[in-house]
């Protein structure tokens, strides 16, 4: 009886459209027992799911129904990207909004406020509890991408005077307000983190030992103002289900590793776009607004492919005398553009994963891995020729003019991202399209020269 | 004094390589002592980088000072794509290594053991106490990439019928061997999975409750089969920190989020490989495997090549004739191409998000949004020839030629892929490059008919 997940997930999401039929019908019937019996028994992103797929008028009455801190546990769910978060607070009173949002985790609440038009933003501040308004302007400080823009404040810290006893009893107080409580952090008279200790140890130690004396103390923290994709890569690595936020010695934060997950898939999807030259961190459903996505860079780029057009316009005179040479134009820009985005790929991925390694050893590498790739791919080529056209010269000029624009391609698709990244930028702007691109032009100057060269010494024509 | 994380991960860095340069002087000296009271203040992930920089020789001091049962927890944090397993598993005695695979969490164990020869495979089976072996056994029939694999066995999971006194007393017991004690599974006398209940739940419970009573029985799992793309997503969009795997009403297996996050890792990384035609999931540092890795694509595309070329051959004598003819060819092949990868990465991140939608609708979209760029790519194209040629005939065909080279290039970048995943073909197969070389064929194709009717028509020469 075995049953594949994508019969479960099918199976689970038509179970999920029968309840929200249900569900529906209760809200219609005006049936609010029967609503909040089946609606408490979905999980907190179905109940999301449900409350995002439903009309203005029927969430109306779901607001009326919960309490700002129950729908705030349902907005903790819903993820930004998806939904226009303008339009689910315009839907409730200003008051019940602000104080949702000072009852949703500090992180989520301002994910969403960031996007608020100031008006707005301002309103809700001024109607919220005075200690969640200041919160939120701390972190609406930080930037996006940011550890400070992750972090949770919702964490539970305790003294080290205390035993494990009295931490247990700190501990099941705070367990209803925090995120999540795998670790318990432990902090100095000062307020210094000075230790972590897992809850897992914590219910295994004796009420009567210290926690300073069991207490982790060889900690890995981040900062504020760290990189989320820095972040992620120390979480993955060590495993880490939460990592806590430090700034002046003091610990302000917590990271959580659902918030990682999604940094990871975000982070992925980012350096996937930029080889593809087209955004697909948020993918559009309007068609028109997809092809405005995408026409920059193709619009750019065709005036990019103009400099390799009109160079091929300063040959004109060899094409009209040999129009053969016309034939393997796509054939070299083509495969060069090829190498040039594979070599891109690699360098990309190299910096994503934060490989140490000098410029200039990286560039000897690329420079071999070139003159080989180059070499094959040049006498494969020349092969083809010589059976196809019976004609060495021909092959000879095409198989060099290959070999010259891949070695050529393969270096630029590898140096550009090194480059950038050594100065700074982000080295996923130099994309797919663009190196392909930037091939076209060195690939035809490249293989122009040495037809050029060819016929003026062996007169080929 | 705030520190970015690249300066505190160069000073972990440093930290850590200055600790391990004591380390390797404690070897060297033989000081055990030493050598164990430095390495135990180490995070095991790195204990594990040091341990697998070491030589050979140094390493066989440490297999000498720990027990198996020790280094199994190392071995845990190894990346089995980094290293050879081989070489570090022949460096012990075939008892100790058998002993430490046994006493490794079982997925991990088995992610290793599945890339040793069967001779060695067996021998380490054979050395092993028999309900480890008979556990890898089981694993080892899981194929790869699915839930299966995945899975840890080092759960906890107690009767219905406990109250949340006996459990607590059950989950401390269980604690020092379970991989992570977030949840508690609840089993019925028959030992089928009917909750669970978090281990922060199970400390605010008073001791009295009956678990049956405050148990989740709202429980989402998966089946060892299931591929781990769809079990990471569940477990990314529902905030999941671990999973509980069931075969025939039986839970077998948990699968924890640590490893959910190299899954989204590795998942994104191949969608990324596949765009750029080079596989980036494990990266080579070798130049000469680098090369072999990035020829195949290469070579083949490069006979795809051939058959573009001969399309070009074909028209030769238009070539001769119209000389102006050659200077757009690497233009219109590559901004159709461009449009092509843009629409192929749309289409390939869609289906990796599983969004449902129907291919007719899907490409109705595809073929909307590649009228509205070929259109404006076209006309783009033609104001240029305008300004650049004065020459109005070739404006408009090379214009032509573009719109409608782009709209098939659109279209075919996100129907390919869209009917491989329908006909259950892995869709990112399609590969960029692929994609590109072949709107070159079909770019050309359209470019010189189109170039062709116009001078038939309007006789441009």
């Not at 919702?154 to 307000?177: C, D, P, R, T, Y």
């Not at 760290?226 to 120390?234: F, S, Y």
Request: charged share 20%.
């Amino acid at each position: 009886m075995k049953e594949t997940l994508q019969e479960l997930t099918e199976e689970m999401r038509d179970e999920l459209s029968e309840q929200a039929h249900y569900l529906v019908q209760y809200i219609e019937n005006n049936d609010k027992d029967a609503f909040l019996n089946s609606f408490d028994e979905l999980h907190t992103f179905d109940q999301a799911i449900f409350y995002v797929s439903l009309t203005a008028q029927l969430r109306h009455q779901i607001i009326d129904w919960l309490k700002p801190v129950e729908l705030a546990d349902i907005f903790d769910e819903i993820d930004p990207e998806d939904v226009d978060f303008n339009d689910l607070l315009s839907e409730m009173s200003p008051h019940y909004a602000a104080e949702m949002l000072a009852e949703m985790y500090t992180d989520n609440a301002v994910d969403l406020m960031s996007d608020l038009d100031s008006k707005q933003l301002a309103l809700y501040l001024s109607l919220m509890p005075k200690k969640s308004a200041e919160e939120i302007k701390r972190f609406l400080k930080y930037d996006d991408d940011t550890a400070g823009s992750l972090m949770s404040t919702e964490f539970i810290a305790i003294n080290q005077q205390l035993s494990i006893g009295q931490a247990m009893v700190e501990v099941k107080q705070a367990a209803q307000e925090a995120e999540q409580i795998n670790y318990i952090y432990i902090l100095d008279d000062n307020g210094v983190l000075v230790g972590v200790i897992s809850l897992k140890s914590l219910i295994v130690w004796p009420d009567a030992a210290k926690v300073a004396e069991v207490m982790d103390t060889n900690l890995i923290t981040v900062s504020p103002a760290d990189d989320q994709e820095e972040v992620a890569k120390i979480m993955a690595d060590y495993n880490f289900v939460a990592i806590p936020v430090v700034a002046e010695q003091k610990m302000v934060g917590m990271i959580t590793v659902d918030d990682i997950v999604d940094v990871i898939d975000e982070e992925a999807a980012e350096d996937y776009s930029r080889l593809a030259g087209v955004d697909v961190v948020t993918l559009e459903d309007n068609p028109i607004k997809s092809a405005m996505k995408r026409l920059p860079w193709l619009i750019g780029l065709i005036f990019l492919g103009m400099g390799t057009a009109s160079v091929i316009d300063g040959y004109n005179y060899l094409v009209a005398e040999t129009s053969i040479l016309a034939v393997f134009i796509s054939l070299i820009t083509g495969t060069a553009g090829n190498a040039g985005t594979q070599s891109l790929a690699v360098a990309v991925r190299r910096i994503a994963l934060q490989e140490k390694k000098s410029i200039f050893k990286s560039l000897l590498i690329e420079i071999l891995i070139g003159v080989m790739i180059g070499i094959l791919a040049g006498v494969t080529i020349f092969l083809v020729i010589l059976i196809w056209k019976n004609n060495l010269l021909l092959g000879i000029a095409v198989g060099l003019a290959m070999s010259v624009a891949i070695l050529v391609a393969n270096v630029a698709g590898a140096f550009i991202p090194l480059i950038m990244d050594k100065v700074g930028v982000d080295p996923a702007v130099a994309s797919g399209p663009f190196i392909s691109t930037l091939s076209d032009l060195t690939s035809v100057i490249i293989y122009f020269n040495v037809a050029k060269a060819f016929i003026d010494h062996f007169m080929m024509h």
